[in-house]
């Protein structure tokens, strides 16, 4: 397997899938999770996530129908004070900012208005573990 082509397929695939969604723009599966997809070429990238707060999900992709690649994902809010409308769509503005040398989450720092993120991941795509966190002046989340 190529890494970099992998790379930048998962950059392409989850800039294109849940960081450019409105609202409703899943799927909606039959057991109450939420489905993205995203195909080009022989790759097919599927992210199943259930939940709002807290949440839960996983990241697969297959390359001519062979799974190649996994990630799972856990995250909360932990603010009572700001609407997690506001937090996930600051979210989505991050991780559009995803790069081919770390195509996992975020960029390990971005800042728009009140809110900053950080991303701090550990290996390589393919063995890699890793935290982000957002926050306001007074309200750390984690995920």
């Known amino acids: 397997m190529d890494i970099k082509q992998l790379s930048k397929f998962l950059v ?7 960081a450019s969604s409105s609202e409703g723009g899943e799927k909606i599966l039959p057991d109450g999770g939420k489905e993205f997809e995203f195909e080009e070429k022989e790759f ?5 996530y259930f939940g709002f707060n807290p949440f ?12 190649v690649w996994g990630m799972n994902y856990y995250g909360k809010i932990t603010s009572e004070t700001i609407p997690a409308k506001q937090i ?12 081919e040398d ?15 993120y950080f991303n701090k991941v550990e290996g390589t795509l393919e ?5 982000e966190k957002f926050f306001t002046e007074n309200n750390w989340y984690t995920s």
């Open 12 to 18: 392409k695939a989850k800039i294109n899938t849940y």
């Open 44 to 48: 097919k990238y599927r992210d199943r």
């Open 56 to 67: 839960i999900g996983e990241e697969i992709v297959w390359q001519n129908e062979k799974m």
């Open 88 to 99: 996930y769509q600051f979210l989505q503005e991050t991780l559009k900012k995803i790069t």
């Open 102 to 116: 770390k195509p996992f989450r975020g960029p390990d720092n971005f800042k728009q208005g009140d809110f900053e």
């Open 127 to 131: 063995d890699f573990k890793g935290k």
